[in-house]
């Protein structure tokens, strides 16, 4: 366990925190590209992920960092993903 007792198990991915309004809960996009087959190409897409946000690292996370999540277990209706921790200060 990274923090707390709860495993990581699963996709470690990588966001850029969008909303930290929610109480321990943040919201990261996750920017990825798909091809579309019928016309060669690449477009680009973007995932929104609800993560938990340990009381650990409150104070450390803000509004544009890239933040690196782990996959646990269903928290709640929508959180699935716990922050593990920043990999780059935000621009904003």
Known sequence: ???GNTRIRGKITQGIVTN?????TIIIRRDYVQ????YQRYERRNARLACHLPECLIQ???LGDLVKV???RKISKTKAFIVLGKILRGSS
Do not use: A, M, Q
């Open 20 to 24: 930290k309004k929610s109480k321990n």
């Open 60 to 62: 450390e996370i803000e």
């Open 35 to 38: 091809f579309i087959k019928k």
């Open 70 to 72: 782990g996959e646990s």
């Open 1 to 3: 366990p990274y923090h």
